[in-house]
């Protein structure tokens, strides 16, 4: 028996263009959303959850929305004294956004979970939708590159996704478990939804998590994607770079393969319509629509032809 709850797999800036249309249309308290943790980093002894924070702060309408990210209207005195004791000033942490870690590191200390603590964050600051961590335990993603192997963060926001990406590795995802609801929503959600986030280090993460994958197999039927490529490009962040180093092919026949196991239904921009036939061979309903998100009635059109297809 399904319940009237929707569960869906995100990363961070893309998921929240998505999520931000599904909770005009959806009541909050029905939105599961398990999110990334892979690209969790520690900086100036602080636990810092990017995708979590990213996600939390949309729904609590505090996200600052040029940049997707952060918190509206934040400054950055902190950061600049920071910089002069850390080399690792890159990270733009701005000084609301720094409360936000310093609780979630205060709360670490005494013993609270990361999927505790999200709870809490949550709560006080009004989010209703419940936002999982896909683990309490850390993950963390790191990018080979022909000088330097670095954490995902800092290839990302330090060197802009700009060196030749040789291999990623997920440390710690061998120990990751899922938080206990999270097999209970894929069982019992009314239909699962997979963001268009990267493929590889967002919902690839998320997919390596013990039991999560061989879960989602079962009830291929009810998952729905969205391709995060469009016309052989990412909408934003490194996806394509990382598809080419696993060999995958950067477009979404590529992600179509990387999820034909556990996808049902996918829904592809209309500019690579010609694509469908293919996708449709690996068994895999495909539709056509404009994914570019560009702003709120975009998000909440795509979100609402999500919802409604196959109803
Ligand atoms: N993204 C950037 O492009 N530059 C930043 O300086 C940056 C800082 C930052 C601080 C807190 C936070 O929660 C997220 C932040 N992000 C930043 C976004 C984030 O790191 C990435 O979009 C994701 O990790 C990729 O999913």
């Known amino acids: 028996m399904s319940e009237n709850y929707y569960l869906i797999l995100a990363g961070g800036v893309g998921a929240a263009k998505l999520i931000e249309g599904l909770a005009k249309l959806i009541d909050p ?13 520690e900086l100036f002894g602080l636990k810092i959850c990017p995708d979590l924070d990213i996600i939390t702060y ?20 902190c950061l600049k004294v920071l910089k002069k004791f850390y080399d690792t000033g890159w990270f733009n942490l701005g000084d609301k956004d720094l409360a936000t870690h310093i609780y979630r590191t205060d709360l670490f200390n005494q013993g609270y979970t990361k999927a ?8 006080n600051l ?16 790191y990018i080979k590159t022909p000088t330097e192997v670095m954490h995902f963060e800092k290839y990302f926001i330090k060197y802009h996704c700009d060196p030749e990406v040789l291999d990623v590795e997920f440390r710690g995802i061998n120990e990751a478990l899922p938080i206990k609801e999270t097999l209970e929503y894929i069982d019992k959600a009314k239909r699962i939804i997979i963001c268009p986030s990267n493929p590889i280090v967002s919902i690839g993460t998320i997919i390596q998590v013990k039991n999560i994958r061989e879960s989602l197999i079962k009830v291929k039927n009810k998952i729905y994607g969205i391709s995060p490529i469009i016309e052989g490009a990412t909408v934003k962040g ?34 690579d319509c010609n694509l469908k036939p293919e996708i449709e061979k690996l068994g ?10 560009t702003n709120i009635n975009k998000k909440q059109a ?10």
């Open 29 to 41: 308290e029905l939105l599961k959303i398990v999110v990334n943790t892979g690209d969790d980093i």
């Open 58 to 77: 949309t729904l609590a309408d505090l996200v600052d929305k040029e940049k997707g990210w952060g918190f509206i209207d934040d400054t950055f005195n």
């Open 116 to 123: 505790q603590i999200t709870d809490m964050i949550c709560r």
């Open 126 to 141: 009004g989010v209703k939708a419940h936002l999982i961590p896909m683990c309490n335990e850390q993950v963390e993603t």
């Open 238 to 271: 490194p996806a394509d770079k990382l598809m080419k180093c696993i060999g995958l092919e950067v477009s979404s026949v590529g992600v179509a393969n990387y999820y034909k196991d556990f996808l049902g239904h996918f829904i592809i921009d209309n500019k």
């Open 284 to 293: 895999i309903s495909t539709y056509c629509y404009d994914t570019l998100m």
């Open 302 to 311: 795509l979100a609402h032809f999500l919802m409604t297809l196959n109803e």
